[in-house]
């Protein structure tokens, strides 16, 4: 337990710049666990939390497990859309008091958040369509194929 607690070095504050290293960390964390410490190590990861975040962890009842804290706290972050992030990405010029790697940085940065972006509008259409074709719904197909008709 003490190295995985070691994997998660500062807390999340609420700042969404830094949400997605906190998650990578929390992710590694569980990786390295034996599942029955999972308990445990969710009320670790809890106590990281801090701030407005925490408040938003503090206001739903229904969290039991790191899947969960982290929805709420991917939903907590600000979600941008694909077109905000390649509008930031082709506009993006170097200012005159920035290096070229500095610049460089900055847009690797940005072409990660239109990744990330671009992969979660892509899950949520395919969510959508699978839900408005009775995929994410019990069909009388798939009770056929559990033997239950």
């Known amino acids: 337990m003490p190295q995985a607690i070691q994997l998660i070095p500062k807390p999340f504050d609420g700042n969404p710049a830094e949400l ?3 998650i990578q960390n ?3 964390a ?5 599942p029955q410490d999972y308990e445990l190590l969710f009320k670790f990861v809890c106590a990281k939390v801090a701030g407005e975040a925490k408040t938003k962890l503090l206001a739903r009842t229904h969290l039991y ?13 600000v979600r941008r859309t694909p077109h ?17 790697s500095q610049w460089g940085v900055r847009m ?11 992969r979660k509008h892509m899950e949520d259409l395919a969510w959508t369509n699978e ?9 009388y197909q798939s009770l056929l ?5």
């Open 20 to 22: 997605r290293q906190f």
């Open 26 to 28: 929390v992710v590694s």
């Open 30 to 34: 569980y990786e390295v666990l034996d």
């Open 65 to 77: 497990n790191w899947e969960q804290a982290r929805a709420v706290l991917e939903n907590y972050s």
């Open 84 to 100: 905000y992030h390649a509008h930031k990405a082709f506009t993006r010029k170097l200012s005159h008091n920035k290096s070229i």
């Open 108 to 118: 690797d940065s940005i072409c990660g958040e239109l990744q990330r972006a671009a």
């Open 131 to 139: 839900n408005r074709e009775g995929g994410g719904d019990i069909s």
């Open 145 to 149: 194929h559990t033997n239950l008709v």
